[in-house]
């Protein structure tokens, strides 16, 4: 219980410093997406309900922080986490070259996602310039995700709130 | 759980897709309301990235300032010491005349335009490539609601497209989904300026024969209903004829420069007069 009373200002914060702190860092230039690598992670490790509702929360709050559009990255990020899951059957998704590979295209997709929201409801074509920035947004987070990953196993380890398979 | 532990993930994501799907229906049906969960969401955040914005400038002043003083000599140490301090004083004065310049400027608009409305101090920018928005510290407390015009002493800012209680959201005019109905000052060519991210704005709807000069001013036409008559928003400056279709394709400059802004001014209707 205590995870889900403490889930909305764990992704508050989290996004408060990727908006901000993390921001800075890269001079404004791109904005890495920690929350997407913690949707990826959760969905890995958590169990199904604990980590839907994250990936949930952390999109619901990150287009109220940044998106125009309520919705969108909440529906995003549920669907990434769904993709995540299925995979994490499927295939071997524990090591490195999947959560690398996964976080890339994972930024690639929510490029071409938002740029196809934008050409259906309001008839602006922004994919050429979202790419350009998508792209280096991608390699940045899929360099980073595996450092995060450690560093979320650690924090994990300590909160205890890894799922029993 | 009662859902068997195979179909789960199933459940769980079907649930949240459809909840994802209401919200973003909602949104998209209503543009211009500000939700509950969101005003919430805008009021617990603002002071956090107030505080994290306001400490990140003194660090960056402290580091700008300080840096070249550690590692002198002792002896300079105690006047470079004191340099520091008169230069603080010096920069505190500095910053209290440029901000009563800006200030003036604001009231200057204010009274030559005869527009009633808010100062607003800008307390976070969101620059990133979709989204182009700053926040104010004032919300629908101060008489602030979804669509009224934000204008600084440069021209035209944006309009407001969140209100929460004591925050509100502003989309500026280079944001993509920003439209607005200008004006050319001289040829007085009609358009619908839209933003377009970093690259500035582009006119749009302005038919070949129209005769654009680069240079002149863009102006708001006051249709619309958002804007007031006669404000400033750019200057075109180009105009490119060489490109098919009906319209021309000119690139107009933003008057106002988004990174400097820290004051603003939020016009309201003349009935809902506040300061």
């Not at chain 1, 986490?81 to 995979?87: E, K, M, P, T």
């Not at chain 2, 994802?20 to 939700?35: D, F, K």
């Not at chain 2, 919430?40 to 840096?67: C, F, H």
Request: aromatic share 10%; glycine share 8%.
């Amino acid at each position: 219980m205590i995870y889900y009373l403490l889930l909305p200002l764990f992704c508050l914060i989290v996004l408060i410093f990727q908006t901000t702190l993390l921001n800075l860092l890269f001079l404004g230039k791109i904005s890495v997406e920690v929350s997407l690598i913690i949707v990826v992670y959760a969905g890995l490790h958590l169990d199904a309900v604990k980590a839907g509702f994250l990936a949930f929360i952390m999109g619901f709050i990150l287009d109220c922080l940044t998106g125009f559009v309520s919705g969108l990255f909440t529906l995003y990020y549920v669907a990434v986490f769904l993709v995540v899951r299925i995979l994490s059957f499927k295939v071997y998704a524990e090591g490195y070259p999947f959560i690398v590979g996964f976080t890339f295209i994972a930024v690639l997709v929510e490029a071409l996602f938002t740029a196809l929201v934008y050409l259906v409801f309001y008839e602006v074509n922004i994919l050429s310039g979202v790419l350009k920035v998508f792209l280096a947004q991608a390699l940045v987070a899929c360099l980073l995700s595996p450092a995060l990953f450690k560093a979320l196993d650690r924090l994990e380890g300590v909160l205890n709130v890894r799922e029993a398979r | 759980m009662l859902i068997p532990k195979k179909y789960q993930t199933i459940g769980v994501a079907s649930v949240l897709v459809v909840a994802s799907l209401v919200i973003l229906s909602v949104s998209l049906h209503s543009p211009g309301e500000t939700y509950f969960f969101r005003k919430i969401v805008l009021e617990i955040s603002s002071p956090a990235v107030d505080a994290i914005n306001t400490s990140i400038e003194g660090v960056r002043n402290v580091w700008k300032r300080y840096l070249f003083l550690v590692g002198l000599e002792e002896e300079n140490r105690i006047l470079r010491g004191r340099i520091a301090q008169l230069t603080k004083g010096l920069n505190d004065y500095r910053e209290l005349y440029y901000e009563e310049r800006r200030l003036r400027g604001l009231a200057g608009l204010k009274e030559s335009a005869k527009l009633p409305g808010v100062f607003c101090r800008v307390i976070d920018r969101n620059n990133s490539y979709l989204f182009k928005t700053i926040m104010l510290n004032k919300g629908t407390s101060d008489g602030l609601r979804v669509g009224l015009p934000v204008v600084s002493a440069e021209g035209v800012v944006g309009r407001i497209v969140e209100a929460s209680w004591n925050v509100s959201k502003v989309l500026l005019v280079v944001d993509y989904n920003s439209n607005i109905d200008v004006v050319t000052q001289e040829s007085r060519v009609q358009g619908i300026l839209q933003g377009g991210g970093n690259a500035g704005c582009s006119l749009k709807y302005v038919e070949r024969s129209e005769d654009v000069k680069i240079g002149e001013q863009v102006l708001t036409s006051g249709l619309g209903g958002v804007f007031p008559k006669g404000l400033i928003v750019g200057t075109v400056l180009n105009v490119d004829r060489n490109v098919s279709g009906l319209f021309l394709k000119v690139e107009v400059m933003p008057a106002v420069r988004f990174s400097r802004l820290e004051e603003v001014f939020v016009v309201t209707p003349e009935k809902e007069k506040v300061q």
